[in-house]
């Protein structure tokens, strides 16, 4: 159900020149501007004011870029740790966790913090718009924007491997107005990407935009706003595995408008962001000083995709390189690229359930283990006030008494269809 709000107050800033311009409704790109750059919102409101946390995910809206509120979201909850932190010896380490963990207060039926950016996304999308959005996922995004679609009947179409369909469960069925159409076995995250391109290329279909999306960004960018609303400071070290490094540059984005409120402290927290062994070309490109991505085959691109456990992570185009990306972002902040193998990333989510009580996603495993590392190895000052962002998390909990519904593919392309190939399955579904 969508709920009736006023619209957030805002106008949109190229990272690259800090040129101003207002949003024109979907705006992705700072206007006449030749070099890639993120562009960023700029709020009317400069301090952070939350409203009641019923409010779900809308409890940010001053630092949403929303036109309408919509039903059924939940927020990001933050806590202090007791287990995990007496275990690694930190005297003030916050847990961040977007998921199911009711005795937590938090209900995110998807149990990833996908759904901040999904109903973010389309709280920013127009009443008025006629075009179908389209998503490209690894999975949890999918998960999250089908059932917040779903439940707001917003017209979707998702492009998902056929590999991670797997991820696409729901605790209710899902309504005809979203579509998923997969790229078959074998393919991976960029694939997916590639399809949901072509889709785009045709009239009538929307591009959600990615991490070009402010309001992708400015959702992700809440694991922050929620845990500086409890614990009264901006962290000094915050910890999240990474697939593209959008909720990373997102995090430092709402680190930048927290500085900016002043209530909160004005320095930066260190971005520790994690990749899962053997798939790491962000850590690759960072320990070389690279701004650039570095030269790597698609076919073994592929191969590692395939390797690691926490496959919501394989990104092979991240916005690393681009103005405003994560290599500034880490630049900026003083941080750093760590890795985590498999096996480290499940001893990890093994670990947290014990110490914490609720199991955790691979991806947040990945998050979990590098901070083991880090904190064993005395790298991290024991009274430093570290932020644990649990992307994922309660799926094992949340799934134990409930019958699942799996989305099934419309269609199955090939690893890269023709334009004339996916039109004509576009025109037998709409």
Known sequence: MILEANPTQYILQSVKTGNEFMDK???????????PTLIRTVYEEIQMNPKDASSGIFRFADWLPVSR?????????????????????????????????????????????KETEAYSVC????????????????????????????????????????DNLDALWFDQPINSNVKLFSTRSGSDYFDAIHLSNTICGISGFLAEGGAKNVARRDGMGTTVLSAVDFIRRIPDYYFQAVGSGTGAIAAWEANLRLIIDGRFGTHKMKLMVSQNEPFVPMYEAWKKDSRAMLPCNDDEARRQAEAICAKVLSNRKPPYPVCGGLYDALKDTGGDVLTASNAKAEKAALLFEELEGIDIHPAAAVATASLIDEAEAGRIPKDAVVMLNITGGGEKRFKCDKELHYLKPTHVFNVTPTSEEVEKVLKRCF
């Open 25 to 35: 409704g979907w705006t992705l790109d700072a206007p006449n501007e030749n070099e």
């Open 69 to 113: 509120h919509l039903s059924g979201s939940s927020a990001p909850v933050t806590y202090k740790s007791e287990g995990l932190a007496a275990k690694l010896k930190l005297e003030n380490l916050y847990i961040t966790f977007s998921g199911y963990f009711p005795e937590k207060g938090a209900n995110m039926r998807t149990c990833s913090f």
């Open 123 to 162: 709280g920013r999308l127009g009443a008025d718009v006629e075009d179908v959005l389209v998503v490209a996922s690894a999975g949890n995004t999918a998960r999250a924007f089908t059932r917040v679609c779903s439940d707001n009947n917003i017209p979707l179409v998702l492009c998902v491997p056929e």
